[in-house]
């Protein structure tokens, strides 16, 4: 007698014709949240140098603000996602831009700048959130022969959130000169995403392995009616362990496999401090080459809208050359182009060129790190794995800007730029030898 094997629901929801109208608005609306992220990252690049000329503030101290917002960021991304691996995508995916919403409105109202620097702090522990929670969430409704370029679209976002942040601080400043209005001019569009996020339903993946197959089966059978595919039996697999308290997340993550926890806190680590470092300082080191404020801003803008062609190339590319491959040429090669740039601010022209570069390659390089690192994780431990890798890259992105200040007038540019890509290259070489190849693999 033979007995049929029916397949789980995890495997139905990752085998479904992707339509727009179902996990394509899912891409929307999270990348939406991901776009804030952005915008909010970048602000910290236009608001350090206005800051510190209202309160007379030296470059150091003035530095605290993008600590403070990043370091909020770097709690807010092992806070919810252990929470969104505890008690749902769905709750975390809403509360993240609510909590960023209310206190950056309380921010842009500081009476000075220690309650500013407090308040970037928590705002930013709710928008830090928004990275791993998303990804977690439009990763489990995606299906897998798209999975790859889907995440790696993803990051389109990014440069259209750090574009607008640095276009809507360049009006601003032209305009009216105000710092607390640039913060404003972010919080009507954040509560409208607020609301639409609620209506987005929860991960299938995450009902069917809590056991709740009731709610698991209502999701995916309206994903298969609503893409059109052909209904089959399936069975619901929930997990072998009762899920765990957030904060032994971490513990958990090191117990699964030490060397991918280690590479992927590596990989975020040094990729996204490169990042995170030009958003700081290329406005105020392009403003002491000479240029204009504005103008600064504006370049800056340009290069992060830039990104936009990389994050094309990533998604042409991610699937065909595989992640790994991807990663390990393209993150490296960004950090060598901020080299240059450092030795080209003497020649305008070319240092704009370089920065306009660089924005293209490390947008190759981002998307196709999240989009990796976010397969490397069973469902269970998806969200809090990606979560505490991010915690790892905003703390190192928020101490390095002070590290950076201190040692600019000191060493110079092009040698803090040269360390920062030997740490790059040193991630690729432990991601080779230590981490797989998940292209076109199914997320268990």
């Not at 605290?64 to 991304?77: C, D, I, K, R, Y």
């Amino acid at each position: 007698m033979s007995t049929t094997t029916h397949p789980t629901g995890t495997q139905i929801v990752q085998e479904l014709p992707f339509k727009w109208s179902v996990q394509g608005s899912i891409f929307i609306i999270g990348g939406l949240g991901f776009m804030f992220d952005a915008w909010d990252v970048t602000l910290n690049g236009a608001l350090i140098p206005l800051v510190a000329a209202e309160w007379g503030l030296d470059r150091t101290t003035a530095a605290l603000l993008g600590t403070s917002n990043l370091v909020g960021m770097a709690v807010g991304a092992f806070l919810w996602g252990g929470l969104a691996d505890r008690y749902g995508r769905k709750k975390a995916f809403s509360a993240t831009l609510l909590m960023f919403s209310i206190f950056t409105v309380l921010g842009a109202f500081s009476p000075n700048f220690g309650f500013f620097v407090f308040f970037r702090f928590l705002a930013g522990v709710g928008l830090g959130g928004c990275i791993p929670v998303d990804y977690a969430l439009v990763g489990e409704f995606t299906p897998a022969k798209l999975r790859g370029r889907v995440l790696t679209a993803m990051d389109g976002w990014w440069p259209i959130g750090a574009a607008l942040s640095f276009f809507v601080s360049g009006a601003v400043i032209a305009t009216t000169d105000n710092w607390r209005l640039i913060l404003l001019t972010m919080i009507l569009p954040a509560l409208l995403v607020y609301f639409v996020r609620r209506s987005v339903p929860e991960s299938p993946l995450y009902l069917a392995a809590q056991g709740r197959e009731v709610e698991a089966r209502t999701v995916i059978d309206d994903l298969v009616r609503r893409t059109g595919a052909e209904p089959r039996e399936y069975q619901i697999q929930a997990l072998r362990e009762k899920p765990i308290a957030w904060w032994q997340q971490v513990v958990a993550l090191w117990r699964y496999s030490p060397s991918l926890t280690a590479t992927s806190w590596l990989l975020f680590i040094t990729v996204l401090l490169v990042y995170y470092l030009a958003l700081t300082w290329l406005p105020s080191i392009l403003a002491e080459a000479g240029m204009e404020q504005s103008a600064a801003l504006f370049t800056t803008a340009v290069m992060a809208l830039m990104g936009l062609i990389g994050v094309l190339i990533a998604a042409l590319l991610v699937e065909r050359v595989g992640r790994k491959w991807l990663l390990g040429v393209s993150a490296p090669l960004a950090g060598m182009v901020l080299v240059v740039l450092a030795q080209s601010l003497h020649v305008p022209s070319t240092a704009i060129g370089w920065v306009l570069v660089f924005g293209v390659i490390i947008q190759v390089a981002i998307p196709v790190l999240y989009a990796y690192v976010s397969e490397l994780y069973p469902t269970e431990l998806r969200a809090s794995g990606f979560g505490w890798a991010s915690t790892m890259s905003r703390l190192a992105a928020g101490f390095g800007p002070l590290l950076f200040a201190a040692l600019w007038p000191v060493v110079g540019l092009s040698a803090l730029f040269i360390g920062a890509t030997v740490l790059v290259i040193i991630a690729m070489f432990v991601m080779a030898r230590f981490a797989p190849e998940t292209t076109g693999r199914q997320l268990g």
